[in-house]
């Protein structure tokens, strides 16, 4: 697009109300039928809200499309830094090493999530109860079989033989604070004296013992667990659905609390001033333990202006279809209040 037709877009096309309710996109005559692409990759947690996102992106404005892909957190967060898509999409905040070296990456908070357990209906049910020294046990493979899990930790398991276990294979948000919450184990005080310490690390990828299942994606655990009836895992919110949910202790308000919308936002605290804040085992009443916030990441020297439109429609219309895909929105959170800061600031590349 020329440069002057692109002046004339950003200076006067663009009409944004952030936090007004609307996004305005108005394409004077003249643009000669102009479209507009828009990139992303990363978290196959993001990836469903990308989606539907792209599709009612689209609807409202015809002449721009949004292109998403997956590959897992490390994906977005690499393939951003380089400048080979506009938006990286994250489902954990990139590590310390990571922001020193890519200083000028931009961190959005885009929504929150519960990230939880879940385990095959025919192991107990639709109720099971765990700890993190119980998770600790399970995914460290220091006990390997129903009828072990039920002596060491005194409960009852309706199924029995080889735990089977559903791990990520590829680089993960959801891995890395899956393995944040297991260091926690020695938060818990178990009356039984059966406490566990997590020693895999918190990476996006983990060296998994011999004998867990590493599969690709949220889909693939969610799948290999919908497929084995001594089967447990670890996915994201939106891919429990078919599976019975595992309520997770939280020793912060000292209740079992269930993986739901409005749990996961109990966590989020009143002022956020650093997107990486811990959200795990929040003390306020009814605070799922594994909450966490999802993240769109950009680059300024590859952020064109239709970019820009994109993420503030997120950050407006598009946080009304998050609950359809099985996330929360931030709507009159502090994440919202520094998504629009960051957002706010933002200049086009071109």
Do not use: C
């Not at 939880?116 to 109860?129: M, Q, R």
């Not at 079989?145 to 680089?171: K, L, M, Q, Y």
């Amino acid at each position: 697009m020329a440069n002057q037709t692109t002046n004339l877009l950003v200076g006067l096309v663009i009409g944004l109300i952030v936090g007004a309710g609307a996004v305005y996109v108005l394409l004077p005559g003249g643009t000669g039928g102009e479209t507009y692409t828009i990139t992303t990759a990363g978290s196959t947690t993001v990836y469903p809200l990308s989606q539907e996102w792209a599709t009612q992106f689209h609807e409202d404005f015809p002449s721009f499309t949004v292109n998403p892909s997956t590959g897992g957190s490390g994906v977005g967060q690499s393939q951003i830094a380089e400048g080979l898509i506009h938006i990286g999409a994250s489902s954990s905040y990139p590590k310390e090493d990571y922001r020193t070296a890519n200083p000028d990456i931009d961190i959005i908070p885009i929504s929150a999530d519960a990230l939880g357990i879940v385990v095959n209906p025919a192991v107990n049910g639709t109720s099971f109860k765990m700890d993190a020294d119980m998770a600790v046990a399970v995914f460290q493979a220091n006990i390997t079989t129903w009828e072990n899990f039920e002596t060491e930790f005194s409960v009852e398991v309706e199924a029995t033989g080889d735990i089977s276990v559903f791990v990520r294979s590829d680089a993960s948000g959801t891995t890395a604070t899956f393995g944040k919450w297991l260091e926690t184990a020695d938060e818990n005080t178990r009356a039984d004296g059966k406490e566990y310490e997590w020693n895999l690390g918190d990476d996006e990828s983990i060296s998994w013992p011999a004998g867990i299942d590493a599969v690709e994606g949220n889909p693939g655990v969610a799948s290999g667990v919908q497929d084995n009836e001594q089967a447990i895992g670890y996915v994201g919110l939106a891919f429990m659905e078919g599976l019975t949910a595992v309520d997770l202790y939280n020793p912060g308000n000292d209740e079992y609390v269930t993986p739901t919308l409005e749990n996961a936002l109990k966590a989020l605290p009143e002022e956020l001033s650093d997107p990486g804040a811990n959200l795990m085992n929040s003390e306020t009443e009814g605070a799922y333990p594994i909450a966490r916030l999802l993240f769109y990441l950009t680059n300024p020297d590859n952020l064109p202006w239709y970019v820009i439109v994109y993420l503030d429609w997120v950050l407006v219309q598009g946080q009304e279809y998050i609950e359809d895909v099985g996330y929360v929105p931030i709507v009159g959170t502090s994440a919202m209040a520094y998504a629009q800061r960051v957002v706010g600031s933002f200049t086009p590349s071109e």
